[in-house]
């Protein structure tokens, strides 16, 4: 079993729509959560972090951690075709900079 | 402020060689990690150098090395090269003093591609 669990997709929504990712994990010791992006040939960008349990938003963007479900979301409100990219979830314990990513979701928003 | 730079962007190798892959910080970021990101994965961490320090190492084999200059740079080694080391390879800098919105925020270059026939 993968340490961090996220579905591949791809995701493909229309201009406007909610993009909803998701990625669960096993190891307890994470502590930071972020969700990074990356468009194709760059590498990752950071878009959100959350450290331990809570909701966090940022412009468009929110960002769920439920450390007792093991269980981290993305929401993407207002989607627009620059959204298209590949997003990748990644925790850390914390003390160390190790991150350790999820497989990350192509997502595709359609004009 | 320039960001993370790597060197080359694009690589092509035979099985068996040796391959070297750069990374320059950003200025000021003492602190480097090496990730592979293998074509449809996420990336997995190899090494990290802090002070010229190796600070951890993933679960790679021995032929991949890495080390990490006074300017904090650093180079990525790998040796006999396999057809499964044909990735992405990402360097990444952090700070111990807050330069992005939090404390251990990775800034990522844009990598290496690295391709072994």
């Known amino acids: 079993q993968k340490e961090v669990e996220q579905d591949p997709g791809p995701l493909s929504v229309p201009e406007g729509a909610i993009v909803s990712l998701n990625c669960t994990y096993s190891?307890?010791?994470?502590?930071?959560f972020m969700w990074y992006r990356q468009y194709s040939r760059k590498g990752p960008e950071l878009l959100m972090y959350?450290?331990?349990?809570g909701n966090k938003e940022d412009g468009r963007f929110t960002a769920q951690v439920d450390k007792s479900s093991k269980y981290i979301s993305l929401f993407i409100r207002d989607s627009q075709p620059s959204d298209s990219a590949t997003y990748l979830c990644?925790?850390?314990?914390?003390?160390?900079?190790?991150?350790?990513f999820g497989a990350g979701t192509t997502v595709t928003v359609r004009a | 402020d320039a960001g993370v730079t790597q060197s080359p962007t694009h690589l092509i190798k035979t099985r068996g060689q040796h391959v070297t892959l750069r990374c320059s910080p950003i200025?000021?970021?003492?602190?480097v990690s090496w990730y592979q990101q293998v074509l449809g994965q996420g990336p997995q961490f190899i090494f990290q150098y802090y002070e010229k320090e190796e600070r951890g190492r993933g679960n790679f084999p021995d032929r991949f090395s890495a080390r990490q200059f006074p300017n904090y740079s650093s180079e990525l080694n790998v040796n006999a090269l396999l057809l499964g080391d044909s990735a992405l390879y990402l360097c990444a800098s952090s700070s111990t003093r807050t330069s992005g919105r939090f404390l251990h925020e990775q800034f990522f270059g844009p990598g290496t591609r690295l391709t072994v026939l």
């Open positions: 200025s000021g970021h003492k602190s």
């Open positions: 990644a925790m850390s314990e914390g003390n160390d900079y190790k991150l350790s």
């Open positions: 959350t450290y331990s349990s």
């Open positions: 190891n307890s010791a994470f502590q930071y």
